[in-house]
């Protein structure tokens, strides 16, 4: 079964590229307006980083879990789990971070 620490790490993984892109966006927008060249750079940056990077840690995380299914590791059904899980909450990571920064009335 999985272990915590697997899950801690799984959210962690997730997370570190969600909060890296939207910090620096946040970070652009209050100090040079969301309309300016940075801001725009800063926006830019974190959807890349959310669909190309993130979508490509999923996809290379689900191929790999699939390996593991298909050589009989015990552990790749959880694996596959883990990643479905992480990619979830990068995939959904501007709807949170939307419900966060309305919830502190950042924006």
């Given at each position: 079964?999985?272990?915590?620490?697997?899950?801690?790490?799984?959210?962690?993984?997730?997370?570190?590229?969600v909060?890296?892109?939207?910090?620096?966006?946040?970070?652009?927008?209050?100090?040079?307006?969301?309309?300016s060249?940075?801001?725009?750079?800063?926006?830019?940056?974190?959807?890349?980083l959310i669909?190309?990077?993130?979508g490509?840690?999923?996809?290379?995380?689900?191929?790999?879990a699939?390996?593991?299914?298909?050589?009989?590791?015990?552990?790749?059904?959880?694996?596959?789990?883990?990643?479905?899980?992480g990619?979830?909450?990068i995939?959904?990571?501007?709807?949170?971070?939307g419900?966060?920064?309305?919830?502190?009335?950042?924006?």
């Open positions: 079964m999985i272990s915590r620490k697997q899950w801690a790490k799984t959210v962690f993984q997730a997370l570190a590229i909060v890296l892109a939207q910090v620096s966006q946040v970070m652009a927008d209050i100090s040079y307006g969301s309309d060249d940075i801001g725009n750079f800063f926006g830019n940056s974190a959807t890349f669909k190309t990077v993130g490509g840690m999923s996809v290379f995380g689900l191929i790999w699939g390996g593991k299914i298909i050589w009989g590791n015990h552990d790749g059904l959880s694996h596959a789990l883990l990643v479905l899980v990619g979830i909450l995939f959904m990571a501007p709807s949170i971070i419900t966060l920064m309305s919830w502190t009335n950042v924006h």
